[in-house]
C-alpha cells in the first residue's frame, strides 16, 4: 500500500493501522485532543517505538512533548486505508454465518455497507433479510454491475467457496472476504483474505498450551502420549 507520501506501507504496518483507528475513535469519542505514541501504543497492545515507525510512514511524526494530534491521526490512517469512501459489500451465502454478517451495522459505519445478499438456495432466492432482497447466485454478475460492488464475502460451506470466487473474480470483484475453511486460488491482482475461526482457536489453544508448561502445569497430552 503507498500513502499519499508515496511510501510503501509494510504488511505489517497495514495489519496494525485499523487497531490504531479504533483507539483514536475511542479517544475521540472521549474528546482527547491530542494522544502520545507511549499511550497510544499501551493502548494498541504494540511498543511506542513501532507506533513511532508504523506512523511515519503515513509522514506523521508528531510534536515532542505534545503527541499526535488524534483527529488528524485519525484522518490520515483512514485516508491511507481507504476509508474516506463507501465500498458496497456483497454476501454470498444467507446461511447463519451470512445472515449475522448481514446484521452487523459496523460495517456500514466503517464504510463497507452490505449492498446485496446472494444465494444459491431457491428457497430463500427473492426473500428479504435486513431488507435486503436475497438474490440468486446467477445473478451475481448483475449484482456485482448494478450496485458496484468492491468487496465479496464467501459465506458459504468449504465444498462450494470456490465456484463462488470464481464467479466473484469473473464478475468483476478483486477483493474477496473467504469465511469458508479451505483455501482459495485467486488469480494475480485478486486481494484474498482468509477468515477461519477454527485455525485462530487452534492458535490460541498453543499458547494456552505452552503457558500451562510455563506454570508447570500438567501436560494431557504428555500424559497420553503411548510412547512415554
Known amino acids: 500500500m503507498a500513502p499519499p507520501s508515496g511510501r510503501t506501507i509494510p504488511d505489517a504496518t497495514v495489519a496494525r493501522l485499523p487497531i490504531y483507528q479504533r483507539v483514536l475513535g475511542e479517544l475521540q469519542d472521549r474528546g ?106 446467477s445473478e451475481l454478475r448483475d449484482v456485482v454491475r448494478d450496485l458496484d460492488v468492491a468487496i465479496g464475502v464467501i459465506a458459504i460451506p468449504a465444498s462450494g467457496a470456490q465456484r463462488v470466487a470464481d464467479l466473484l473474480v469473473e464478475a468483476g470483484v478483486s477483493s474477496i472476504l473467504n469465511f469458508a475453511p479451505t483455501v482459495l486460488s485467486v488469480p494475480d491482482g485478486v486481494n484474498l483474505r482468509q477468515v477461519d475461526l477454527a485455525v485462530e482457536l487452534q492458535i490460541l489453544s498453543f499458547h494456552r498450551r505452552h503457558r500451562n508448561r510455563e506454570r508447570g502445569a500438567v501436560d494431557p497430552a504428555a500424559e497420553s502420549n503411548p510412547r512415554r
Not at 511515519?56 to 494530534?69: A, C
Not at 485516508?79 to 452487523?104: E, F, K, M, S
Open 32 to 137: 482527547a485532543a491530542t494522544v502520545s505514541s507511549e499511550d497510544l501504543a499501551e493502548l494498541s497492545g504494540v511498543n511506542a517505538a513501532k507506533v513511532r515507525k508504523d506512523l511515519s510512514f503515513l509522514g506523521s511524526y508528531g510534536i515532542r512533548g505534545v503527541g499526535y494530534e488524534v483527529d488528524y491521526l485519525l484522518f490520515q490512517i483512514r485516508n491511507a486505508l481507504g476509508l474516506t469512501q463507501q465500498w458496497p459489500v456483497v454476501i454470498v451465502g444467507v446461511g447463519n454465518l451470512g445472515r449475522a454478517l448481514a446484521d452487523y451495522a459496523g460495517f456500514t459505519s466503517r464504510g463497507f455497507p452490505v449492498a446485496a445478499l446472494v444465494d444459491d438456495d431457491p428457497a430463500k432466492v427473492g426473500t428479504e433479510h435486513v431488507g435486503i432482497v436475497i438474490r440468486a447466485l
